[in-house]
């Protein structure tokens, strides 16, 4: 209910004003007029003479009428166009709603720009430094499309392209571009006009929706599977630990099948060496010292600090360096004593009563906050050091 307007400048005005407000029109000469274009002592007059209508339904149907209401839809006034040009035009003018959305491909930077100030601060933020997913996931796609199917077809009720399916959908307003427009100087029509700018407007209004779109329904999306991604990790590496175990298991199988018959062998050796340890002389003994030097293992090269280190180079997306140097790059991680004991990510650095801390907590930390994200405990080792130096180094 918008009441009534000034015939000069389309200022609103009150039904009883003698002039406006605005810009000074007389309102006794030319009366103010309705939102559809009709004077609205005009529509009084008619009001008054239809024999049909009681004195007090006439006097509601003028109060309805000065309160904003459409007069063609009171059936006291027509339509400024009885013939279905105007819809016919509409109908024609009508295109594809929202092209722009439908052609989306969801990798604007600026819903990037979005996310990331979104999740400043959160859980999100870590994860997707430490490469934990990607936002362009094929998963987070299927699910934006999912997503745009519903907006669009909340859009194309919207704009009376289709019908509303249910009861639920029908309280959604619907937002049609005007048929008929006039100057309020000159009566003329400027529906031509009218409908260009209703056209860049949907336009625009499309295209900001489409980044706020992918924007909000990506963020929700990755906000919603870092909630699962530390569990999802978790069980990754114990499955790791549990195939390693397992790789070793066979060794040990065969090591403890072995002991037996070692066992029985022993004591037979004890027995018969009784007996040649009278024949056996002291030339025959050297040679097989000899022997044992020469099949001694030569240590590996390298100096006294252990064998030099592979050095590996990442060039890959930042994102995902911390998951490849735990899975490929182990192996360049300075070993300052020697021991030759192969780095794996499952390998407890430091131990407490709250929980431990492996190689692959330090990697995804640093990764993700750098050193000042890095805990006491973990510092405790001195292997640290080293893993953040050869991370680095990639």
């Not at 936002?135 to 704009?159: C, I, K, P, S, Y």
């Not at 890959?316 to 998951?323: C, H, L, N, Q, R």
């Amino acid at each position: 209910m918008g009441g009534v307007y000034c015939p000069t400048c389309e200022a609103g005005v009150e039904v009883t004003a003698t002039f406006c407000l605005s810009c000074g029109h007389d309102l006794n000469r030319q009366g103010p007029i309705t939102a559809t274009g009709h004077d609205l002592n005009q529509l009084k007059d008619v009001i008054r003479l239809r024999e049909d209508l009681s004195m007090a339904q006439k006097f509601d149907m003028i109060a309805q009428v000065e309160d904003g209401a459409d007069p063609i839809a009171l059936g006291i006034a027509a339509a400024g166009d009885d013939d279905d040009g105007g819809a016919a035009e509409a109908a024609s003018m009508q295109v594809e709603v929202a092209p722009g959305l439908r052609a989306a491909q969801w990798n604007h930077e600026a819903a990037d720009a979005a996310i990331d100030l979104a999740a400043a601060g959160t859980k999100l933020e870590k994860l997707k430094k430490s490469g934990a997913f990607g936002g362009d996931d094929d998963v987070f796609r299927e699910g934006m499309d999912v997503g745009r199917a519903a907006t669009l077809h909340l859009l194309e009720v919207t704009q009376g392209a289709v019908l509303p399916a249910n009861d639920a959908l029908q309280a959604i307003p619907v937002m049609q571009p005007p048929t008929k427009s006039f100057c309020p100087k000159c009566g003329s029509d400027i529906h031509a006009n009218a409908m260009l700018q209703w056209k860049k407007w949907t336009d625009m209004s499309t295209d900001a929706l489409t980044v706020q779109l992918e924007a909000a329904m990506r963020a929700s999306m990755m906000h919603v599977a870092a909630s699962y991604q530390e569990t999802i990790r978790e069980l990754k590496d114990q499955l790791s630990d549990a195939q390693e175990m397992a790789k070793s298991t066979p060794s040990l199988a065969s090591q403890s099948k072995n002991e037996a018959p070692k066992a029985e062998s022993k004591a037979d050796e004890k027995s018969t060496k009784r007996g040649k340890e009278a024949a056996v002389s002291t030339a025959d003994v050297q040679p097989a010292k000899k022997e044992e030097k020469k099949q001694k293992p030569k240590p590996k090269a390298g100096g006294l600090f252990g064998a030099k280190k592979p050095k590996k180079t990442y060039e890959g997306e930042p994102e995902g360096k911390a998951e490849w140097f735990l899975a490929e790059a182990l192996d360049t991680v300075y070993d300052p004593h020697g021991t030759g004991k192969p780095i794996k990510g499952a390998m407890i650095l430091a131990r407490s009563s709250e929980g431990n801390v492996r190689v692959r907590d330090v990697i995804r930390t640093y990764a993700a906050e750098g050193e000042d994200g890095i805990s006491e405990l973990a510092w405790t080792s001195p292997l640290t050091k080293y893993l953040i130096e050869a991370y680095e180094a990639c």
